[in-house]
């Protein structure tokens, strides 16, 4: 068994893993976390779920989401890899380095469009991916959710339009027809190139092919300069 979690690192073996899971879990329970799943993605052997963690801050319910990817390569082992910004914990973004490489699998229709728009920074093009009522989730939590055509034009005028594209790399397509789940590197961000960061994005289609949510799972931000 094999976890990559974004606080401590690459676990190996039975003895660190029992050690990560009980440092876990005493850590969760010292911060009174209650944790609630939103939801899952399954396809090829991998499964994807979604959680929302809820941490009391200065009086408050903090919610932090965390993605994580299932794996089992065959019958006798299973990885783990968890996805999400620890900004909620600590109010600071960590560098992720990647943890896979780019892969040969690459997301089609609307997800598809929506990573080369990305990739070129077109704002408009972005935002047509979407349902009218379609939302982006950033990493950060549920208070950053920018919903509807309006709201989602300012907020990729902002991040992309006015900075230039960002480049993910796609690593591994975990897709059940309505959910789609990228684990990528982000790679590149307004024409200056990053040390390559991991990071998933799932992307929920709508009835109507358009995307209805994007929830992104990541500790990225934009390089000096562009902040």
């Given amino acids: ?14 003895r660190q893993l029992r050690k990560f899971v009980a440092s876990n879990q005493s850590w969760l329970a010292d911060q009174h976390v209650r944790i609630e799943t939103m939801a899952s993605t399954s396809a090829d052997g991998r499964a994807v779920v979604e959680l929302l963690a809820h941490l009391p801050r200065d009086g408050q319910q903090v919610a932090w989401p965390v993605a994580v990817v299932a794996e089992s390569p065959d019958d006798l082992s ?24 780019p892969g040969g ?13 990305l990739g070129a920074g077109d704002a408009e093009a972005l935002v047509s991916a979407f349902e009218p009522d379609g939302y982006y989730r950033e990493p950060i939590g549920p208070h950053l959710t920018h919903r509807g055509t309006a709201e ?18 796609p690593c591994e397509v975990t897709d059940d027809g309505v959910r789609c789940a990228l ?20 992307y929920e289609r709508g009835p109507d092919g358009l995307l209805a949510a994007a929830r992104i799972y990541d500790d990225v931000e934009p390089p000096a300069g562009l902040g």
């Fill in 183 to 202: 684990e990528y590197n982000c790679v590149r961000w307004g024409g200056q190139d990053l040390l390559p960061q991991a990071g998933l994005g799932v």
């Fill in 1 to 14: 068994m094999v976890v990559y979690d974004p606080r401590a690192g690459e676990i190996r073996g039975h």
């Fill in 105 to 117: 699998a690459r997301p089609g229709d609307v997800v598809g469009r929506y990573q080369a728009a």
């Fill in 78 to 101: 299973v990885v783990f890899r968890t996805y999400c910004s620890q900004w909620p914990v600590d109010g600071r973004r960590h560098l992720r380095p990647a943890i896979l490489p």
């Fill in 152 to 169: 989602l034009r300012s907020f990729f005028t902002e991040r992309v339009g006015a900075r230039g594209g960002i480049a993910l790399e």
